[in-house]
Structures are given as C-alpha cells and as structure tokens.
C-alpha cells in the first residue's frame, strides 16, 4: 500500500503484501480442457481490471492500452491452448504486458528445476556469475562469456524467450541484467535453454549441453539459494552500524511490518540519539515496499516529526482510489492487520472517503494530498540540523521503498549511491481476486498516487556503482571511501 498519515506522516503500502499473500500455495486445479480454462480466466481478468484497477479508472494510458490489447490478442490465443505451459506462458505474458509488479498473478510459478549455473550481465556482456560444483553434465567455469544459446545470440534469447513474461520494461538498465539471472531456472514456461555456446578466460569457444535438475529438495534449495545470494543484492537486517568514523549504516531490507516491525521500533531511539554530524546511510538494496511509514519515522527520528512531514508532503503528493466495495475492501483488510497498526487511522479516513466516494457515485475518491498538487513544482528542503543523508538503492527497490526515497530526495544536500530502480508504479493497496480455474490469483491495485515522478521512470543514483550490489564488502568500502569524499557538510 502506500500513504496515510498518522498525524501527518505517509503510508505507502503495496508490493510486500503482494508478496504475503503470494506465499499460500493454491491447490492445483482438476482442469481437463485448458483452452477453456484460458478463456475464462482472460475474460475474468479483463472484467475485473476493468472495474477495480486504479489506472483504468483514472485513463492511464500504461493501463488502459495493455489491457485493451491483452485481452484482444489473449482471447484470440486462448484458443490455441493445448496444455498446462501453454495456459501459464499465456497468462503470464498477459500480466507482464503491464509491466508493473503492482499487477500481478500467482500460478505457482516457483522455481522447478535448474542448469547448475547463473548468469548475469556484467560490463555489457553476459558472464557465468555461478557453476555449481559436481553438477552430471559439464558446465563453463565463473566468468565464461555467454555467446549463445540454442543458435541465437544471447540477448536475441533474453529479448525473445524470457522478457515477455517477466514485468520489467526493457528500457530499464538493470532488465537485461535481470533476464539473464532468470534464463537458466525453470519455471514451467519452457524458457531455459537446451545448449549454450560459452568464451572462455583463454579466448576458445566451447558448447555445453545444458542439463536440467530438480529444484524441489530442501538441499537442492538451499544452494540454488546460496548461489542466487551472489548476484541478488539485500540490506544488512534491519538496525544499524558503524561504516567508519562518523558514518551510520542502517538497514532497511523492507518496509513490512510483520517482517521488521520490532526491529524498527527499536532502532528509533537509537537513531534519535546519533551525533548531529556525519552521515547515516540508508541501505535500500531488495526493500520491496510495504508501509513507508517504517521510514519516515526514520527521518521523524533524526530530524523531528514536523520536518519528516514537509518531507512527506512535499513531493506534491495527491492519493486516489477506486471507489467501489473492492477498494473498500482492501482498507479493511489494512485496517485489521497488526502489522499496519501504525497506519490505521489514516486508513480508516481513507475508508470513509471512499464510501462518501461511492455514495456519491465517482468512479475515484481523492483520500489525501490536494488535486493538482502533483504538478507544482517541488522544492527542495535545507536540512535543519542531523547528520547528512545517503541512500543505497538497487533494480529491487520498489513500491514504498521508492516513496521513501523520494522523500529522502527532498532534502537538499542528500546524495542517492548504488543502481538504477526499475520504472517508478505509481499504484498500490493491492486487491486479490481468485481465478476462476482455481489455479491461481490476480494481484491488482485499486489506488492511485500522484506525484512530479512520471509513471515508469527510473529512479537514477548520483553516483552508479559499478561493481556487484551482493558484494557487502567491496560495496561497503566504496561507500565509505565516497562519503569521506564528499564530505558531511557542504
């Protein structure tokens, strides 16, 4: 979800709920005609966007055209659905044509099977960034170059076989980099290949049958896992550290607060009794969203709860959502779990505003902010006293981690570190709505947040890191030999 305020201070709530209720595995379904059950699920989920997504009821044209040519071009395919790869390429492909991780579907896409190796972009080529030990068949060593897979240069494959199920728009920088660290697991959509071809350290070039193994044994997990902790970046837990004299690292993995909560409320006082010099760091890598309250209080914490909020509001935030009982729905859903026990008062008004919203008869009710205040021009906010800010973010800062951040963006002497995010979703408070083959759930947002940052625009660093974002050493003394750099004053 994303922003209420308890006085004053947001919420912003969404992909980490996602994620929650994702983890409740649905039984598989008794289907016998698949076509059928593609049919019937594409219609369903067309119908359903139609009235509950906050984009169609707002016109977004990022909405409103995938939808209208998903449905067209899913229909037309689901009659050509033979069997259960056939259902799941379609459906995936037709929610990935959003390209917004707030819209999402659950067809127990979990992870099958792999080829023992990972690759990952690295210096505008695609490397081994892992090969398993003791694998059946032969595989390239760490650093082998992908040339190309099945006859067809790698990025052709990437472009072709991964990136139309997948919701990361290819003009993001770290997409490529992204397909590529998916390419070799299975997830039932037959996108792995069968044979690379591979140049090695000495320049010779060599083919390697590709040898498929089960993901489904706890020891097999746990060092597919391991392997995937090489090239997927994560906070340090959340808390905080000394990174060197006069700097503070603070992790922030997510903004949930079932998962962090506690660790949170404890890190407050801690915060609030920091030296007014230096810097606090803010580590971002992998926050996939959830309340963003978590962090403004964060900020509340080291400069006090009325500048927290000029920080919250200034980014000329207007909140809709669609009103209808759906919608309505989901605010009680937020209002009754623990863990958002920070953001219930801001929830129920919303609440009441969309059942005025409904009673009224409009398709959208304005819960927070002012209309039109997303196109006044944001000022920037001199920071009144504390240590100075940095924030470390990655591709997988997403949803309220990216609020957050432009939060933290306001303040004028700020300085953002790290890699690009993928594109800006400006949805959340996300719905959940069964299918009607029983195989699955459709994800779907039902609020809308408009602010000066254009829909699926990137969240650039100031300064890229160029290495690793899994690497927590070498990336924590870039860091530090940056900050001293820069200096806590300017």
Known sequence: MRLSRPPRLPRFLGAVFLATVCAGAMADPAVTDWAAAARRDIAFAGATMATAHAGVASG??????????????????????????????????????????????DIKQTIRGWTGMLVDGVDGRYRVAWSEPGWPSSLP???????????????????????????????YPSTFSSLARAVMLDRGLGWTPKACTFTLADGSRRSHTLSMQAATEPDARARLLAAQRKVRAAAA?????ALGAAKTWVGMPSFSGKQDGPAYEALYPKLAALPKSGWVVFDLRGNGGGDSSWGTRALAALFGAAYADRLAQSGG?????VA??????????????????????????????????????????LVDGDAGAAERPVPLLARPHGPRIAALIDRNCFSSCMNFLQQIRTIADSVVLGEATI????FGETMVAPLPSGGGRLFIPTALYKTTQPTRAPFLPDLPYTGNMADDAALMRWVGATLDKLGARR
Request: charged share 25%; hydrophobic share 40%.
């Open 237 to 241: 837990p959340a808390g905080m550290r």
């Open 324 to 365: 209808n009982p759906t919608s309505a729905d989901v605010l009680k859903r937020y209002i009754a779990a623990p863990e958002f026990a920070a953001s219930k008062a801001g929830n129920e008004a919303d609440l009441a505003k969309v059942e005025a919203a409904i009673g009224r008869g409009q398709k959208l009710a």
């Open 423 to 426: 594109g800006y979703s400006p």
């Open 60 to 105: 977004d044209q990022s909405v409103v055209v995938p939808l209208e040519t998903g449905l067209r071009l899913g229909l037309a395919e689901a009659e050509q659905v033979r069997d259960e790869q056939d259902y799941r390429r379609l459906m995936m492909r037709f929610i990935a044509g959003f390209g917004d991780p707030h819209t999402g579907i």
């Open 317 to 321: 935030l207007e909140k809709y959502m």
């Open 141 to 171: 060593p760490v650093g082998a170059i992908v040339d190309s897979c099945d006859g067809v240069w790698f990025g052709t494959w990437l472009k072709t076989q991964v990136a139309p199920f997948v919701s990361e728009s290819v003009e």
